[in-house]
């Protein structure tokens, strides 16, 4: 596959589109624009990106170990099996995917900052929001739920209902208080 981020994130990607890749490109870093923030999961593991991460969100335990359901398997194939790339081979890669790469650099290229990777993200206004939820970090959510009766349950079908929690200054701002 060539430029699959490119592909994805711009929803043209069909061959009979018969769309450019460059046009694909511009789709896809327009809509990726309208997030407000962008996690880059390969930067978690930087603990001043996972820390300011958390305080973005206002939930701590980013970073706390968990893994994928296959990562032990996959990490024993990969150490029986090693991955050698030749060099022609990486080169090819790279040039078929250089749409991607620069996408992915343009996107990123605001934290690789050479004041020491300062990440200045602002913190979360809850107050900005009509909806404000409690913040429970992930690890203690299965705990938390089970100790809100009527806050989330099953429906007569068996459809969950989940209920939102609106702070009072929120409510006041909705009114115009």
């Given at each position: 596959a060539v430029n699959?981020?490119?592909?994805?994130?711009?929803?043209?990607?069909?061959?009979?589109?018969?769309?450019?890749?460059?046009?694909?490109y511009q789709v896809a870093k327009a809509k990726l624009h309208r997030y407000n923030f962008i996690v880059v999961l390969?930067?978690?593991?930087?603990?001043?990106?996972?820390?300011?991460?958390?305080?973005?969100?206002?939930?701590?335990?980013?970073?706390?170990?968990r893994a994928a359901f296959c990562e032990r398997s996959s990490h024993g194939a990969n150490k029986m099996h090693p991955l050698v790339i030749k060099n022609d081979t990486m080169e090819k890669l790279i040039d078929l995917n250089k749409v991607d790469i620069g996408l992915y650099?343009?996107?990123?290229?605001?934290?690789?900052?050479?004041?020491?990777?300062?990440?200045?993200?602002?913190?979360l206004d809850p107050s900005m929001f009509d909806?404000?939820?409690?913040?429970?970090?992930?690890?203690?959510?299965?705990?938390?739920?089970?100790?809100?009766?009527?806050?989330?349950?099953?429906?007569?079908?068996?459809?969950?209902?989940?209920?939102?929690?609106?702070s009072e200054a929120t409510e006041e701002r909705r009114l115009g208080h």
């Open positions: 699959c981020y490119t592909q994805y994130f711009s929803g043209l990607s069909c061959p009979e589109f018969n769309i450019s890749t460059m046009k694909q390969e930067k978690l593991s930087d603990p001043k990106y996972a820390a300011a991460v958390e305080q973005f969100f206002g939930v701590p335990g980013i970073t706390a170990k650099k343009e996107l990123t290229d605001c934290l690789d900052r050479e004041d020491g990777q300062n990440y200045d993200f602002p913190k909806n404000v939820t409690e913040k429970v970090p992930y690890h203690e959510f299965d705990k938390w739920k089970k100790n809100q009766p009527g806050r989330r349950h099953k429906g007569e079908e068996g459809n969950e209902i989940n209920i939102t929690i609106v």
